[in-house]
């Protein structure tokens, strides 16, 4: 439980700043910096912390009045920042210490700025909750989150009846990068948005809507700033932003080059006398080592699900669990040790498969049309991966380098991981149809 209160830290008693932790000191003063009449903002606090056994990975969160600029057509708002997601002690009692070159914690604190209503003389409390509810995500999946991602949240930020119920996230447009003796720390500001902005992000870029979004006062404006009682969304504001969001999607696709998700595949093939052996090819003699290319694709592309490049490289899943006896490093659970790291032995053999059946749930069924639109019909790769396991199903444009689906066999599986090769134009309207989805009822999307 959390409960609200003046803030006593650093920033309140200048004099005391050697006895507080370097970290949280170090965020303070760039708080100070930005807003240096406001010494004690009113304070979130967990009351028993993160590191003692609360159920709350952020330690603080802070929240400031925001006069705005009237020259820059900022409106007036309240502006919280959070202290937890880094390293705030350097002593490993939440992080693991890796040096001051590097970044601090998860390398990042989440911030967000919300409209302030008339006559409204203190900050909600609601926007803290939500910043503990991200932060948690990240503690339990180790998940990073960095600028142009999108969440889906398809719920009211504020759990009232506003269209806003989704998230993208972008770097605060005020508060600087903040290099303490623990490494970096970015500041991600939460932007709130409707499901349309949120379909048009995945269907092209979180960056070029947050774009568009800057030069609509009404839907955040220059600092982009939410409006919980916005009804209207970007494209009922100025229809032409559509026509903006279409031509972006047919030049460049979309960086959605993957999801989390419900998802399913089941081989339909007929199974032979020697399955093993008639089934599966031997890529090589020898186990292939990942590149260097390979590596940055895994980070980028199936850690947080979201990659924002135009690379057709193709990485290869590690499937290999960790052991229970050993605690999960800050690493992402599917990035490789090193650029040397070997694929597990169960993902050295290729199988070929003559058929299968997709199993999608319903969010996910709905971003084939954009996987086909703006992935593979621009030469790219779209991955599903598995909430709930090791599975992932992954559509390939022929030329894609790495993939082992081919033209020849456009079903193949390394273990758990299935690719889908679409190698002709036909592909798109007759296999389809015939990899059919099936939509989970009643489990939910989120």
């Not at 409960?3 to 008693?13: D, I, K, L, M, S």
């Not at 390293?87 to 911030?111: A, C, I, K, M, W």
């Not at 992935?375 to 992932?392: P, V, W």
């Amino acid at each position: 439980m959390d409960e609200v209160r003046p803030n006593n830290g650093p920033a309140a008693a200048p004099g005391l700043a050697s006895i507080f932790p370097p970290g949280l000191q170090a965020i303070y003063g760039e708080c100070r910096r930005l807003y240096p009449d406001q010494a004690n903002p009113l304070q979130v606090t967990a009351i028993v912390k993160y590191w003692l056994g609360g159920p709350d990975p952020l330690d603080y969160i802070s929240m400031y009045r925001n006069v705005g600029c009237a020259a820059q057509d900022v409106q007036e708002h309240w502006h919280y920042i959070s202290f937890g997601l880094s390293d705030l002690y350097g002593d490993n009692r939440v992080h693991e210490f890796t040096g001051q070159e590097g970044p601090s914690g998860f390398g990042f604190e989440l911030t967000f700025r919300l409209k302030r209503e008339v006559g409204e003389t203190a900050p909600p409390t609601w926007p803290a909750e939500l910043m503990q509810g991200l932060a948690r995500y990240v503690f339990q999946s180790e998940n990073t989150f960095c600028s142009g991602d999108h969440i889906s949240w398809h719920s009211p930020l504020d759990n009232s009846e506003s269209r806003i119920q989704h998230m993208l996230l972008t770097e605060d447009p005020q508060i600087s990068p903040v290099h303490t003796p623990f490494g970096l720390v970015n500041f991600l500001q939460i932007v709130g948005v409707c499901t349309e902005e949120l379909q048009a992000a995945q269907q092209w870029n979180g960056q070029g809507i947050l774009e568009l979004l800057r030069g609509v006062h009404v839907a955040g404006g220059p600092w982009l700033i939410t409006d919980m009682r916005r009804g209207e969304t970007m494209f009922d504001i100025d229809p032409h932003l559509q026509e903006r969001v279409d031509q972006g999607i047919e030049k460049e696709g979309s960086n959605l080059s993957g999801v989390s998700a419900k998802c399913v595949w089941d081989d339909l093939s007929r199974p032979s006398e020697d399955e093993e052996d008639s089934r599966s090819i031997c890529i090589g003699s020898q186990p292939r080592r990942l590149s260097e290319k390979d590596t940055e694709q895994i980070r980028e592309a199936l850690r947080k699900g979201l990659e924002f490049n135009t690379k057709a490289a193709l990485p290869p899943i590690n499937s290999q669990k960790q052991g229970h006896d050993r605690p999960q490093s800050r690493k992402d659970s599917l990035e490789s040790e090193s650029s040397a790291a070997i694929i597990p032995h169960e993902l050295v053999r290729t199988r070929q498969l003559e058929s299968v059946h997709l199993k999608f749930n319903q969010e996910s069924g709905t971003l084939l049309p954009l996987c086909l639109r703006g992935r593979l019909l621009h030469g790219r790769h779209f991955t599903y991966k598995s909430i709930n396991g090791d599975t992932a199903i992954t559509f390939v444009s022929t030329g894609v380098e790495g993939a082992f689906a081919t033209e020849e066999h456009p079903y193949a599986a390394h273990g758990p991981w299935l690719q889908v090769n679409t190698h002709t134009g036909a592909w798109y309207t007759h296999e389809l149809a015939a990899c059919t989805y099936f939509l989970w009822n009643p489990l939910p999307d989120s």
